[in-house]
């Protein structure tokens, strides 16, 4: 699950190592386009709705908190 | 065009048939008052395309993103202004749809499906167009509400709107809010004079300490532009492609018209050379405008996150597209085509609007360069 989002995110990061703890606002790559693209690109890829109370940049700041908030969506599906 | 559906081409034909009977005859009236008559908006709201983009269970037809485009080719096709009257609304109850919370879905959405309630995109301001993420208007809150000072400018069918979705800095970030337009301390001024799209009823909004519900902040604070507005942008950006292509469209067909009635030296206009390459260049690349569109809806459909960038690239191409072919419509037609006798010196005008609003032409080329250069797969 993390190696999907770390792939997609790696088109956004060019040759950038992205940790999976570390914040991907800080590392500049974040464009305006990155959120809704990201979103859709979870929603697609993990079969889940990603909905307005998920709106905090907690849930998108590191790999580790995407992957985690995956889980729980798909957690909470089964 | 191939590969759209029995109901998608029906629907087509039959919109076309209603918009050419009902509505065009209008156009050139409302054009020229700057004004859309309650009538008319009635009218497209007993065909139900308020609710183009509102799922079923609130009322609305849910429409997949081809159909969505055949509608603004068609509303397109007549008036700019028509299209804008049912797809910037959806910009609307598409964010209100996807990053709405359910309480507001359920309050908002039955009543804008049918037309009952209009609501209107508000988001640009006197000092802020591009740069849209520094919004000026300030959202505090104050106990179980929020107040919203500001200005807004060329809100679309900003006269006509019942509430309007008001981006605003709240803690110093982006946030949208459901404003009603009985609120105390809002301010709707009509913008008169306008170039192109001038039925479209803009208007300029002042709010002073308008007092709202805490609940009508849409989505969180702080992705106000990032997640609502981006949602309807990437739609407003996708329609305004196919309303372009529509746009075109009539240019076309105007000028096809002309071309085999109006005689020069001895023989239809269509028969020179230099006419019939300005005909092949509108085919050709209304053609080829409307292929990129469909691709984009592909993108769309497919829940691909490779949609918002080809509804930008859509965008631009069809836009540029449109004002090349409305300038070349206008230069076959003439004398005849700077005079309101005939629909093209409007369709001119028109175009001249796609490559400004939703992103302007030099936005769209700064994210496409961007994108081939950092991540060229993304536009396989």
Redesign the interface.
């Known amino acids: 699950m993390k190696a999907k989002i770390a792939e997609?995110l790696g088109?956004?990061l060019?040759n950038y190592e992205l940790g999976d703890d570390e914040d991907i606002f800080a590392t500049g790559y974040a464009n305006?386009?990155l959120?809704?693209?990201?979103?859709?690109?979870m929603?697609?890829e993990f079969g889940i709705r990603i909905?307005?109370?998920d709106?905090?940049?907690e849930n998108f700041r590191t790999l580790n908190a995407m992957a985690e908030l995956v889980a729980d969506k798909v957690g909470v599906k089964q | 065009m191939l590969g759209l559906t029995e109901q998608q081409k029906t629907l087509r034909a039959e919109t076309r048939t209603f918009l050419d009977a009902e509505i065009a005859p209008l156009m050139p009236a409302m054009d020229q008052e700057e004004v859309t008559p309650p009538a008319v908006v009635k009218k497209l709201a007993e065909r139900g395309l308020f609710g183009a983009v509102i799922p079923k269970e609130f009322g609305g037809q849910e429409l997949d993103a081809i159909t969505v485009g055949l509608l603004n080719e068609e509303l397109g096709r007549i008036s700019f202004s028509m299209r804008d009257l049912i797809f910037v609304p959806s910009m609307v109850t598409y964010a209100i749809a996807r990053?709405?919370?359910r309480e507001q879905q359920e309050q908002w959405l039955p009543r804008m499906a049918t037309g009952e309630v209009i609501p209107a995109f508000s988001l640009t301001e006197p000092n802020v167009g591009s740069d849209a993420?520094r919004v000026e208007t300030q959202a505090t809150l104050a106990g179980d509400s929020y107040i919203l000072n500001g200005r807004k400018k060329w809100t679309t069918y900003g006269q006509l709107a019942d509430v309007y979705l008001v981006f605003a800095a709240c803690e110093g970030k982006p946030t949208a809010f459901l404003v009603e337009r009985n609120t105390p301390g809002l301010t709707v001024r009509p913008m008169k004079g306008i170039l192109g799209a001038r039925a479209s009823m803009l208007a300029e909004l002042e709010l002073k300490d308008c007092r709202i519900p805490a609940k009508n902040l849409?989505?969180?604070v702080?992705?106000g532009?990032?997640?609502v507005a981006?949602?309807g942008l990437?739609l407003g950006r996708y329609c305004i492609a196919w309303g372009s292509v529509g746009l075109a469209q009539a240019c076309l067909e105007a000028s096809l018209k002309y071309v085999r009635e109006r005689k020069q030296f001895g023989v239809p206009i269509g028969e020179h050379q230099l006419v019939q390459q300005m005909i092949a260049e509108m085919v050709a690349n209304i053609k080829a405008a409307r292929l990129l569109c469909y691709e984009a809806g592909q993108y769309r459909d497919?829940?691909?996150?490779?949609?918002?960038?080809h509804a930008n690239l859509a965008k631009y191409y069809a836009s540029r597209m449109a004002t090349r072919v409305a300038n070349d419509a206008v230069q076959i037609h003439g004398a005849n085509g700077v005079h309101p006798d005939y629909p093209v010196a409007r369709y001119f005008r028109d175009a001249r609007v796609t490559e400004i609003i939703e992103g302007t032409t030099q936005v769209q080329q700064v994210?496409i360069a961007r994108r081939a250069i950092?991540?060229g797969?993304?536009l396989d």
């Open positions: 997609f088109r956004y060019g305006s386009m959120a809704m693209e990201l979103v859709t690109f929603e697609s909905a307005n109370e709106l905090r940049l | 990053w709405g919370a993420k849409v989505g969180t702080g992705f532009f990032q997640a981006s949602a990437e497919a829940g691909d996150p490779r949609a918002a960038m994210l950092q991540q797969d993304l």
